[in-house]
């Protein structure tokens, strides 16, 4: 899991964001930087491999944690870990438009941290972690395979248009085509076959 460890801190106290870089580089991680507002988050993630971001919800400037995290899940959805003083229900109900995969109220401890950090990572990289049948993409074309791939990482097909610059009915037409050679009927079915049971 340390494989993913590099991680980016949205905080507008210095001292809590220090000891947060601190408590982060003991339990194996990378700090890649601290931000205290969205500028300078938007500056860093697009500068860095950033694997999961910590984020407190009120932050410097125009726009709060919440607002920043939907603005940088624009760019690259990457999973978030919100960290507050504050566990009202219109706060929590706000995080869930954006990629929350934890929510920590302050003051936690490194064991608390530690735990939210691994699951986090283990739920949204959890393919990552799985055996591909390189056996059953053997049968496929390299733009086959990149679809197949992209569609293992829950990209749309519209999604999957955009990022490999095609339309989306080219998307369509080797999707079809995948799921004729492969002999599966739905693409659920294909990502069973994907990855080695």
Do not use: W
């Amino acid at each position: 899991m340390k494989a993913y460890k590099n991680i980016l801190i949205i905080e507008d106290e210095l001292l809590i964001a220090q000891d947060l870089s601190y408590l982060l580089e003991d339990l194996g991680f990378k700090c890649v930087g601290i931000a205290k507002n969205f500028e300078r988050a938007m500056f860093l993630f697009n500068t860095n491999d950033v694997h999961l971001i910590l984020c407190d919800i009120n932050i410097d400037g125009d726009k709060d944690g919440i607002e920043t995290i939907f603005e940088l899940n624009k760019i690259r959805n990457v999973p978030t870990i919100y960290l507050s003083a504050y566990s009202d229900h219109e706060l929590i109900t706000r995080t869930t438009d954006t990629s929350t995969y934890g929510y920590l109220v302050k003051p936690y401890n490194e064991r608390s941290l530690d735990v939210a950090i691994n699951l986090a990572l283990n739920k949204f990289y959890q393919n990552d972690f799985k055996a591909v049948n390189d056996d059953f993409l053997s049968n496929f074309t390299s733009r086959e395979i990149e679809i197949i791939k992209l569609l293992a990482a829950g990209k749309s097909s519209s999604e999957i248009a955009d990022i490999l610059f095609i339309s989306p009915q080219t998307v369509s037409k080797h999707r079809s085509n995948i799921l004729k050679k492969s002999g599966c009927k739905s693409s659920t079915e294909l990502l069973h076959q994907y990855y080695k049971q």
